[in-house]
């Protein structure tokens, strides 16, 4: 069946940088677009980046220019680097692989930004 988990998740001081990564099984994960969401407390679930099957990239304005998304096919994997981290960004991230008629999810993986 087809498994998204994510890791790299864990505690970090403002400013500081964390690698998520989601690695995928199932699937081939180079033919999804690939997304990661993430959930703060009290908060709805919502986008923070996603590259395409082709490779392009979109990131939400929160994040533009201290988030990274990447993929490494060979690996059926893919990376969030999160760099500048603020305590806005705390919270549990997603990954998300999709297609036309195809959606999976992680389980999710917390980041907790705090000093």
């Known amino acids: 069946q087809v498994q998204l988990v994510e890791s790299g998740g864990g505690l970090v001081q403002p400013g500081g940088s964390l690698r998520l990564s989601c690695a995928v099984t199932g699937i081939s994960s180079s033919i999804y677009s690939m997304a990661w969401y993430r959930q703060a407390p009290g908060k709805q679930r919502e986008f923070v980046a996603v590259?395409?099957?082709?490779?392009?990239?979109n990131y939400a304005d929160s994040v533009k220019g201290r988030f990274a998304i990447s993929r490494d096919n060979a690996k059926n994997t893919v990376y969030l680097q999160m760099n500048s981290l603020k305590p806005e960004d705390t919270a549990d991230y997603y990954c998300?692989?999709?297609?036309?008629?195809?959606?999976?999810w992680g389980q999710g993986t917390q980041v907790t930004v705090s000093s």
């Open positions: 590259i395409t099957f082709g490779d392009n990239t």
């Open positions: 998300n692989a999709f297609r036309p008629l195809r959606d999976y």
